[in-house]
């Protein structure tokens, strides 16, 4: 039940940070893998891209808390 899955694909570094803090408080384990070259903001297709991967044991909770976090809790009705 180790399997890695991936949570979410972003641009964001900022969104990356926030995220892996969120998460991490949790006491989900996350992997976040880049293609970015760091030294240079390129963002061209899939170079900027930056995918989150979660244990699949905690992919429904780490679904839930960023849903939380950018305000669409269902239970809230949103």
């Known amino acids: 039940m180790n ?6 694909v972003t641009y ?3 969104e990356v940070e ?10 989900i ?5 880049s293609l970015k070259v760091r030294p240079y903001p390129v963002s061209i ?10 244990k699949k044991k905690d992919l429904n909770r780490a679904k839930e808390l960023l849903n939380i976090m950018k305000g669409t809790d269902e239970q809230k009705g949103s």
């Not at 399997?3 to 979410?8: A, C, I, M, P, R």
């Not at 926030?18 to 006491?27: D, S």
């Not at 297709?45 to 979660?54: A, Q, T």
Request: proline share 0%.
């Open 18 to 27: 926030i995220i892996r803090n969120i998460l991490e408080a949790e006491g």
């Open 45 to 54: 297709g899939r170079m900027g891209e930056v995918k989150i991967l979660v």
């Open 29 to 33: 384990e996350l992997v976040v893998n």
């Open 12 to 14: 964001d570094d900022t």
């Open 3 to 8: 399997e890695w899955v991936e949570l979410l």
